[in-house]
């Protein structure tokens, strides 16, 4: 009998871990929750709520957030943006307070279908439509399916073509039936702040991560539903990518493709690579920027903004918006 005390020590002992695991998740959950709190605005599509928060005055512009992101991600750009743009941001299906979609609703077809419906729902004109990293890629989307809908897109650190980003390795055990949630919701989000805290800094190298967006971006994303979600986002995302890229030569639309030179997520080649598909885009590449450039470098972003809405308006006044009337135009831009 005395030989079961091992076992059952070492089992109990993992049992606790657990439990003490699960209540310090709920304990940092609830915490996160307080200090920022879901945005105020909300309207469901197909049965799914999505949050959102919006301000200034001007042409439309929304703004899609990138893995495991949400509407916080944009308070320094929406701050230069508001005196003159309708900015709208979006918590992405399934991320920070927005509701999970049905499967379909994971990927960024999905995703785009239902962002172009709730902006369609609170009236504004076609947008310029902003991207950073896999949230570009529900941009692209959304320029794809709804062409008319789109004054233009801004991709930022864009993960646009069907190459597996270097943290899909985190989407296994998430996707785990079982185990995943079980991990979610005990050891993940309390071990994945350090993980968390060095991607961030990584994602604004070589600049400084400013600890006004850490400190949000942390709180919202390392949560058992949207660490849960972002499996889902990483899994799906390469399967629509080769779809779309197949038509990015027929593309209309005009794009602004903003990529930082430092960028050691979706690095500057696949903008770069990108940018050469499409018959109208300018490149921008950043010369001290990486990755979260919408947070080191938000009046980068800012006038990359205004670029599209230039470049929307000329095709406009010349008549350009149809495919087969396109000329490549592709400008390129080194920026200090």
């Known amino acids: 009998m005395h030989r079961l005390w091992g076992p059952l020590a ?13 209540a310090l998740t709920r304990l940092l959950v609830r915490r996160a929750e307080r200090r920022y709190p ?6 469901e599509v197909d049965g799914v709520k999505l949050r959102y928060t919006r301000g200034g005055a001007g042409r439309p512009v929304v703004l ?3 893995l495991l992101g949400s509407t916080y991600d944009y308070e320094l750009l929406g701050e230069l943006l508001a005196p003159r743009y309708d900015a709208l941001a979006f918590d992405r299906p399934g991320n920070g307070y927005s509701g999970t979609p049905p499967s379909e609703g994971h990927t960024p077809i999905g995703q785009a279908y239902l962002l172009h419906k709730a902006v369609g729902r609170l009236g504004l004109e076609p947008p310029v439509v902003v991207g950073y990293s896999l949230g570009a890629a529900v941009a692209v989307a959304y320029a794809e399916l709804y062409p008319d809908d789109v004054a233009g897109v801004v991709t930022v650190g864009g993960h646009v073509l069907p190459y597996r980003l270097p943290v899909a ?3 296994r055990v998430l996707r785990i ?44 994303a ?20 080769r779809a779309l890229a197949g038509s990015y030569g027929a593309l209309a639309v005009p794009f602004v493709v903003v ?28 010369g001290d920027g990486g990755h979260a ?34 000329e490549p135009v592709v400008e390129d831009e080194v920026s200090a």
């Open 293 to 326: 450039l919408h947070v080191t470098h938000p009046a980068a972003v800012s006038a990359a903004i205004d670029a599209a809405w230039t470049m929307a308006e000329r095709a406009d006044a010349v008549g350009e918006r149809r495919a087969d009337s396109v």
């Open 177 to 220: 039936p079982l185990l995943g949630r079980l991990a979610a919701a005990t050891l993940l989000v309390p071990l994945a702040y350090p993980v968390g805290y060095q991607l961030l800094t990584l994602a604004c190298s070589p600049q400084r991560l400013p600890r006004r967006y850490a400190g949000a971006a942390l709180a919202v």
């Open 64 to 66: 899609i957030h990138g």
């Open 10 to 22: 070492i089992a109990a002992s993992a049992v606790a871990a657990l439990f003490g695991a699960a």
């Open 169 to 171: 390795r985190l989407s």
């Open 38 to 43: 879901r945005p105020a605005g909300v309207i």
């Open 259 to 286: 990529v930082g030179a430092y960028d050691h997520i979706a690095p500057a080649a696949e903008s770069e690579a990108f940018h050469r598909r499409l018959p109208r885009s300018r490149l921008i590449v950043i």
């Open 222 to 241: 390392l949560r058992p539903g949207p660490f849960r979600h972002a499996a889902e986002d990483l899994e799906r995302a390469t399967a629509d990518l």
